[in-house]
């Protein structure tokens, strides 16, 4: 981390900060989290800041006593003498208290753009026209007229993406307060992935089963796929006939950890075959599919 990233004032470590999250394949988000290029002391006297300040304007206030007379029903003179007590400062939220010990909810973690604090998250809202909305659900219009549709969950939002989206979502505002206390509005960037099957060369002899994200190709188990299975009339198999209009013309397998897929040919018939189901299985027993056509 460079010299000036360690030196920001609070007011550019607040305006730093952006959302984390990842998106399975089933659409569920994971919780989110606060990353910024900021260091953990940074971070510290931030929160420290933000908390003396009620202090700082309750010694403003003036205690100096304040005389009034008035005259009762019987004529008589009453003096009164009032005291405007400094205000007592907002009691301080135990999860923001002790910052400089090790409890404090901050951890620092190397990613491959270097070193990067993250906060864990308590509180989303989405932000629409500049304000933060009490709205739990939010759609993103496409150029193509489809829409990725947000959900928030706790503190995690889920992801129904639009049929033939997948890659990194254009950037959504969101209010977020950390379990430190501090509130932020930031951006929030998530990576959704799509089942697909890519074929070795023409003849299809050969494929893959991977998840892609825009331009990217994922493994299997780096997407968090536990097995993957040929799926027919409801049952799951390793190994299933192909048919070519109606007729078994080939056999294809598949395994269920790495999903490379082989097909044998049973007899001379060059065109395209009949489509197949795939079944991947997440944690949880989820369950997306796409189809192989060889």
Do not use: W
């Amino acid at each position: 981390m460079d010299n000036k990233s360690e030196t920001r004032t609070t007011e550019d470590n607040k305006s730093a900060f952006v959302a984390v999250a990842t998106t399975s394949l089933d659409g569920k988000g994971s919780p989110i989290s606060l990353r910024a290029k900021l260091s953990l002391a940074d971070y510290q006297a931030m929160l420290q800041k933000e908390e003396d300040q009620p202090q700082s304007q309750a010694k403003d206030e003036s205690t100096k006593p304040v005389v009034t007379k008035k005259t009762n029903a019987a004529g008589e003179e009453v003096q009164t003498i009032t005291v405007n007590q400094a205000r007592i400062p907002a009691l301080v939220n135990p999860q923001r208290a002790n910052k400089h010990d090790s409890h404090m909810a901050a951890q620092v973690v190397d990613t491959s753009d270097g070193p990067e604090l993250k906060i864990p998250v308590r509180k989303v809202r989405f932000v629409i026209n500049g304000k933060s909305s009490s709205a739990s659900k939010l759609k993103q219009f496409l150029p193509n007229g489809e829409s990725n549709l947000f959900k928030i969950v706790g503190d995690t939002i889920n992801v129904v993406p639009a049929k033939d989206f997948s890659g990194e979502i254009m950037p959504i505002k969101l209010a977020v307060t950390t379990v430190n206390g501090d509130s932020h509005e930031v951006d929030y960037v998530t990576r959704i992935l799509k089942p697909v099957v890519t074929y070795a060369d023409d003849s299809h002899d050969r494929a893959q089963v991977s998840l892609k994200g825009s331009n990217q190709q994922i493994a299997l188990k780096d997407a968090g796929v536990q097995q993957v299975f040929f799926t027919k009339d409801g049952n799951n198999t390793t190994v299933i006939n192909v048919t070519a209009n109606g007729q078994t013309v080939a056999e294809a397998q598949v395994d269920p950890t790495s999903g490379e897929i082989k097909l044998v040919r049973l007899s001379d018939y060059a065109g395209q075959l009949d489509k197949v189901i795939l079944s991947l299985y997440l944690a949880d027993n989820q369950v997306v599919t796409c189809q192989y056509q060889p």
